[in-house]
Antibody, heavy 121, light 108 residues
Framework: QVQLVESGGGLVKPGGSLRLSCTTS????????MAWIRQVPGKGLEWLSF????????KYAASVAGRFTISRDSARNSLFLDMNGLTVEDTAVYYC??????????????WGQGTLVTVSS | DIQMTQSPSSLSASVGDTVTITCQAS??????LNWYQQKPGKAPKLLIY???NLHTGVPSRFSGRGSGTNFTFTISSLQPDDFATYYC???????????FGPGTRVDI
């Protein structure tokens, strides 16, 4: 079955950097768009970024553009999120998500369990 | 940017009840509207895509309808496993973008 496993979360100081990883299995990774979505504890969901199946297209939410970089390694079936210039507002659970396209439809159909990033001095 | 609102923000219901949640978009979003379920401490799960299409394995007691700016999500005959928070989500193709509603918590 489809599995997405995030890692790399933890405690980081304001202004610091962190790299999140997502290891996938159970599907042909190279054929799917992938995305990162975050959730402040007790709050709602915020889409952050997606990357196309080939890696040639990347889009970011305004809140993270210029600070976060999404990338993928199809040889390792892995997705990454490099986060720089972190602020306390970036404290959240970060989800790795499969961004499925079906004809004209688009949906987040598989989610990892999430990794908590805490930005605090 | 398109903004999504949901009502109510929370509701209390009993097993066997029919529950309806409303999602409203600030602009016409056509049929590009999905619904997710999230239980405490767990990742969200896709339930419905493009307004009314059930994702694989989702029970038929879940349904959705609407178009344009107004959408509804209904759970018929609420089951104990259905107590959770539900989010609507809009997506755009050109340019690509995504917006989630603030969520509706369904409590016992």
């Amino acid at each position: 079955q489809v599995q997405l496993v995030e890692s790399g979360g933890g405690l980081v100081k304001p202004g610091g950097s962190l790299r999140l990883s997502c290891t996938t299995s159970g599907f042909t990774f190279s054929q799917f768009y992938m995305a990162w979505i975050r959730q402040v504890p007790g709050k709602g969901l915020e889409w952050l970024s997606f990357i196309s199946s080939s890696g040639s297209t990347r889009k970011y939410a305004a809140s993270v553009a210029g600070r976060f970089t999404i990338s993928r390694d199809s040889a390792r079936n892995s997705l990454f999120l490099d986060m720089n210039g972190l602020t306390v507002e970036d404290t959240a659970v970060y989800y790795c998500v499969r961004d499925r396209h079906y004809r004209d439809s688009r949906m987040f159909d598989s989610w990892g369990q999430g990794t908590l990033v805490t930005v605090s001095s | 940017d398109i903004q999504m609102t949901q009502s109510p923000s929370s509701l209390s219901a009993s097993v066997g009840d029919t529950v309806t949640i409303t999602c409203q978009a600030s602009q016409d979003v056509s049929v590009f509207l999905n619904w997710y379920q999230q239980k405490p401490g767990k990742a969200p799960k896709l339930l419905i895509y493009d307004v009314f299409n059930l994702h694989t394995g989702v029970p038929s007691r879940f349904s959705g309808r609407g178009s344009g700016t107004n959408f509804t999500f209904t759970i018929s005959s609420l089951q104990p496993d259905d107590f959770a928070t539900y989010y609507c989500q809009h997506y755009d193709h050109l340019p690509p973008g995504f917006a989630f509603g603030p969520g509706t918590r369904v409590d016992i």
